[in-house]
């Protein structure tokens, strides 16, 4: 069934209704999948217009879901979804169904799975790739406690470009684990697919046969039948390839189908009854069901809450400030127009990144890697080593992915690199497996990297120029979203490396002053915080754009402390090692003593909820940081009593 509008009211489900649990999915004959697979569409449709959140991947295996569970014998055996963004069928019929709309909103539903929430979640995830590794584990534990059961990992032909998804295939067949590997085929990750890896999947479709499993559960090799996705090929291979799967030594089957519930249902009962590594390729279609998506998946990969019933038709929106992205990418574009020997590369982050002009305007100084972070990296390494200027783009959460390749293949080697950090700080509703809150520890003590953070969009402009005519490693992170609604100059500046200005400096007729270093998007609100200290007490303040955390401003935080009572430092990120650490490291080597507090994250994972909210509660709003600030001040004044 084919739906065009996400409706405003709950649709009627009674079948859906009856499953609170897979056991009860269980009691339903073969013949009523179809009918609850319909239901659980038109449900999810709804819910994901009241909660927003992943759209596409979950519309695409709501039959593979259902197969999954009504095959399995869940929880006892272990179903893991890698990334996770496809798991909203899954919470759906594990007991979730009526918490779903709460998905991503404070206090609700995680935006992943996570063993916290839910028995049938097996596995917490967000990042790619990890699912096959944590399915050899659990195979072979299970194994070692004599306590076997069915391990099965949910897989995506975008999560499979990663190493780490090959490196846990080896192993599994190394150790002959008993495990199966659903590849779940849709030609995408969030962009399109690329590379080798999509071209190998394009030629086992080429080659016009698939592997079934035959009445005694033997793999036998047939014609494809004639259904609708076989045409839905990349350029036709001059010879087919081998199966690279086979060859490594999986056992392999298909690709099927993965909308056809009742063949789906009978592949699995038959290759769960075998034993080592075995994967499954099903073929299903992002965005099944709904024409919108299943016309443009990338658009639909994610959707924002709808207040009423929405046709396909184009939505008006207000004009709001251009996102962080959308200044990075017409940097990219502007800076390539100027030096030929700009390239930029993306771990399958294109349109996240601002990078789809780019890419149009300069296709052969475009990369994207797939999701190979590690990869990404060392690719930008061995680019700046002819001479070429490469930029990488990647989130902050998954540049943790690369840590080595950073330290070892470019800041050890000082090759020049920029890198655009999008998502740094906290994310909101996709909660703590995107936080980018940790990237001015692991990267501030890394020796020839220069690491910048703009206050503003316009700041953000000139630091990415900045970065990239600083002859060595140089990385700007900015914030998800949009920015201040400042004015962006058009021409490219240069700032002095390692210099912070004083942007607000507020004067009582008093002797002692608070100076609030801010960084990055914590100078807005700590200018408003200020304003209000100033209002509220006698005394003067002084706000400082610290823009570097390495290298430090030390000239300005020394020459502050000869008319600073209180030091405060405020980030969007977490305090250990964070930039304020940076500031308590300086002063205490040049011994300057005066009170310092720090204000950012603590240490604990910050559950999702919108990112206002988030960051009230951490205390980094101006309301926040006013109140921190007032209690410090009153605590220093009763000490100098």
Partial sequence: MLYTEIPAQRPVTPLLDQINDPEQLRQFATSQLVQIANELRQYILYAAGKSGGHFG???????????LHYCLNTPKDRLIWDVGHQAYPHKILTGRREQITSIRSKGGLAAFPTRDESIFDTFGVGHSSTAISAAVGMALARRYQKKPCDVVAVVGDGAMTAGMAFEAMNDAVAHQADIMVILNDNDMSISCSTGGFAKHLAGIWQQGQFVNINVNGEP?????????????????ATQAPDNLFKAIGFEYYGPFDGHNLEQMVRVLHAVKQRKGPRLIHVYTKKGKGFSAAEADPIKYHAIAKVSQTVTTQPLITPKTPPKYSDIFGQWLCDEAHKDTRLLAITPAMCEGSGMVEFAKIYPDRFFDVAIAEQ?????????ACEGVKPVV??????????YDQLVHDIALQNLDVTFGIDRAGLVGEDGPTHAGVYDYAYMRTIPNL???APKDE????????????YQGPAAVRYPRGTGLGVHVEEELTCLEIGRAEVVLQLNHKSDEQITILAFGSRVAPA??????????????VCVVNMRYIKPLDEHIIQSLSEVTTLFVTVEEHAIMGGAGSAVSEYMAKDTIVKPIIHL?????????????QMLHEAGLDSAGITRSVEQAWQNTMQLML
């Fill in 57 to 67: 991947a979950n519309l695409g295996v709501v039959e593979l879901t259902i197969a």
């Fill in 220 to 236: 036998v090799i047939e014609p494809y039948p004639d259904w609708e996705y076989r045409s839905r090929l990349h350029q036709p």
């Fill in 375 to 383: 990869h990404a990296l060392t690719l930008a390494a061995g680019m």
């Fill in 393 to 402: 783009a990647i989130y902050s959460t998954f540049l943790q992915r690369g």
């Fill in 450 to 452: 220069v690491l910048m």
């Fill in 458 to 469: 316009n700041e953000c402009r000139q630091m990415l120029h900045t970065a990239y005519c």
């Fill in 527 to 540: 200018m408003q915080a200020a304003q209000n200290i100033f209002d509220h007490l006698e005394v003067n």
């Fill in 600 to 612: 950012g994250l603590s240490d604990s994972f910050l559950e999702h909820a919108e990112h206002s």
